[in-house]
Structures are given as structure tokens and as C-alpha cells.
């Protein structure tokens, strides 16, 4: 079964940087699209950064450009996201998806203080 297991998150300063992690089991990891989304206390779910399948194109929310980036290593079945210049509005449960796959992880807290 599909499964989607994100880690790297924890209490950072403002200025701090983290690199999460998600680990993909259970469908062909390397033919899909992924992405990371996060979602803030009282807030919608929303799209933060997404990569192809190969890797070659990459999107990013306006908030998040220029200070997070997206990879992905198909042999391990993993994709990243590193966040430097943290803001205490990055504050966030982050979960990464495959496009068209109807599953989410149990996410990993992201808390940057002031």
C-alpha cells in the first residue's frame, strides 16, 4: 500500500534552516510528480513546492521562493525540501503528495520562533 513518510521537521529560530524528508513506498515513486504542502493552525492546506517526476521542472509558492527548494533522489524513493531563511510564518505541519494519489502522510511539525 501506498505509504508517504515525512520527517526533518522541528523548532528553529527565525533566520534557521531545516531539510525535510519523505520517504515513498507502494507505487511507482520515479513516474509521479511530488509535492509538499503545508497547513498552519485555522488555516487551509496549501501548496508549497513541487517537482516532475525526473526532477527537471520545479514551482514554488511566491511566499516560500528564492528560500526553500525541491529535490527528489528517484533510487531512494525520496523526496526533500530544504527551508533556509525561516520566517515564523513558515510555522506549519508539512506533508508531501503524489500528484493523483489520494494519500497523505501524518505530516512533520515545522515551528519557527521569533
Known amino acids: 500500500q501506498v505509504q508517504l513518510v515525512e520527517s526533518g521537521g522541528g523548532l528553529v529560530q527565525s533566520g534557521g534552516s531545516l531539510r525535510l524528508s519523505c520517504a515513498a513506498s507502494g507505487f511507482t515513486f520515479s513516474s509521479y510528480t511530488m509535492s509538499w504542502h503545508r497547513q498552519a493552525p485555522g488555516k487551509e492546506r496549501e501548496l508549497v513546492a513541487r517537482?516532475?517526476?525526473?526532477?527537471?521542472?520545479?514551482n514554488y509558492a511566491d511566499s516560500v521562493k528564492g528560500r526553500f527548494t525541491i529535490s527528489r533522489d528517484n533510487a531512494k524513493n525520496t523526496v526533500y525540501l530544504q527551508m533556509n531563511s525561516l520566517k515564523p510564518e513558515d510555522t506549519a505541519v508539512y506533508y508531501c503528495?503524489?500528484?493523483?494519489?489520494?494519500?497523505w502522510g501524518q505530516g512533520t511539525q515545522v515551528t519557527v520562533s521569533s
Open positions: 517537482i516532475t517526476s525526473a526532477g527537471s521542472v520545479t
Open positions: 503528495n503524489a500528484r493523483s494519489i489520494a494519500y
